[in-house]
């Protein structure tokens, strides 16, 4: 829609404001406000505006430094889980072992019952290793569920 201004010759207080309706007459103190109101209107659209823009850079500021927090975060979490992972590897091996050991010298002491006490040397053995080897995941866990106090001494 157009909007053609047109002042009448002999009235200053008034215009006539052509449409694509047609012709309307307008008087200059309305059409005053009206533009005023305008103008108002659109820097406050502007204020708004730079409002809008300010509060989504800040906002876009505070997601990258989540986004960077997660990230690292993320990283821990997967050194962690390779740790976890080793451990859970070691202990595995660790154990199985002396359960091996004390597998082998019981059928050694089946077939060969003239070396017992040999192999019942050798079945105390690996069986306490492995009752220390099971001691110390159960410390290790009471350490991490925080149930055991540690005092440093010389």
Same mark, same amino acid.
């Given at each position: 829609?157009?909007?053609?201004?047109?002042?009448?010759?002999? *009235?200053?207080?008034?215009?006539?404001?052509?449409?694509?309706?047609?012709?309307?007459?307008?008087?200059?103190?309305?059409?005053? &406000?009206?533009?005023?109101? *305008?103008?108002?209107?659109?820097?406050? #659209?502007?204020?708004?505006?730079?409002?809008?823009?300010? %509060?989504?850079?800040? &906002?876009? /500021?505070? *997601?990258?430094?989540?986004?960077?927090?997660?990230?690292?975060?993320?990283?821990? &979490?997967?050194?962690?889980?390779?740790?976890?992972?080793?451990?859970?590897?070691?202990?595995?091996?660790?154990?199985?072992?002396?359960?091996?050991?004390?597998?082998? %010298? %019981?059928? &050694?002491?089946?077939?060969?019952?003239?070396? %017992?006490?040999?192999?019942?040397?050798?079945? /105390?053995? /690996?069986?306490?290793?492995?009752?220390?080897?099971? #001691?110390?995941?159960?410390?290790?866990?009471?350490?991490?569920?925080?149930? *055991?106090?540690?005092?440093?001494?010389?």
């Amino acid at each position: 829609m157009a909007l053609m201004l047109v002042v009448a010759p002999l *009235v200053i207080s008034d215009l006539t404001v052509t449409t694509a309706f047609g012709a309307v007459g307008v008087p200059l103190f309305t059409y005053l &406000l009206i533009l005023i109101g *305008v103008r108002h209107r659109t820097r406050l #659209e502007r204020i708004r505006q730079d409002e809008l823009r300010q %509060h989504r850079d800040h &906002l876009e /500021e505070m *997601v990258q430094e989540r986004t960077t927090d997660l990230t690292t975060a993320n990283q821990r &979490l997967n050194q962690l889980a390779r740790a976890k992972d080793e451990f859970v590897s070691n202990v595995s091996h660790e154990l199985r072992t002396p359960i091996t050991n004390i597998k082998l %010298h %019981h059928s &050694l002491l089946q077939q060969r019952p003239d070396d %017992h006490a040999r192999y019942l040397s050798i079945l /105390e053995h /690996e069986t306490e290793r492995l009752e220390n080897l099971i #001691e110390s995941l159960l410390l290790l866990s009471r350490f991490d569920q925080q149930r *055991v106090t540690v005092t440093f001494a010389p």
